[in-house]
């Protein structure tokens, strides 16, 4: 099973900007879907948004127009990148990557995102 390492977590005031990343043990070169998810304090994960491997990107309503999920085609153990702009308090969460296959549902142990003052 690939194992998932997310980086670039942090605090960050409001209105201001940050980006996750996700690597991944092993090249990826066949996959379903990537995506970020997030639980914040209290609550359930949620979706945040998804990559298809046909290039296709989903949001959840809560976070369009703000953030960017891509791949870095640097290198395939590279697994999607999440851009976090305009960010609020309520965008304050653990954030978890997720790569799924054919044969495996991978998550990252997930990485703290605060935007505070």
């Known amino acids: 099973q690939v194992q998932l390492v997310e980086s670039g977590g942090g605090l960050v005031q409001p209105g201001g900007s940050l980006r996750v990343s996700c690597a991944a043990s092993?090249?990826?070169?066949?996959?379903?879907?990537m995506g970020w998810y997030r639980q914040a304090p209290g609550k359930q994960r949620e979706w945040v948004a998804t990559?298809?491997?046909?290039?296709?990107?989903?949001?959840a309503d809560s976070v369009k127009g703000r953030f960017t999920i891509s791949r870095s085609r640097d290198s395939a153990k590279n697994a999607a990148d999440l851009q976090m702009n305009s960010l609020t308090p309520e965008d304050t969460a653990v954030y978890y990557c997720?790569?799924?296959?054919?044969?495996?549902?991978?998550w990252g142990q997930g990485t703290q995102v605060t935007v505070s003052s």
């Open positions: 092993r090249a990826i070169y066949i996959f379903l879907s």
């Open positions: 990559l298809t491997s046909g290039g296709i990107t989903n949001y």
């Open positions: 997720n790569v799924r296959t054919w044969n495996d549902n991978a």
